[in-house]
């Protein structure tokens, strides 16, 4: 569940912001991050939880 949690807040879409406009500025600044993402998170793809094995021999 942890990691479908993840990659559903990964793919969220972005908050549109043009909606905010005339807002007080202590709206405008919920709406800033609060600190910058790690760097180094990583492709979507590689939260994978199933992976294709090679299948060699009998």
């Not at 905010?20 to 709406?31: M, Q, S």
């Amino acid at each position: 569940m942890a990691v479908n949690d993840a990659l559903s807040a990964l793919l969220r879409p972005k908050p549109d912001l043009t909606q905010l406009e005339g807002e007080p500025a202590d709206v405008l600044g919920a709406t800033q991050p609060q600190s910058t993402p790690p760097a180094g998170l990583g492709a979507l793809a590689s939260y994978a939880t199933e992976v294709a094995l090679p299948a060699t021999g009998t």
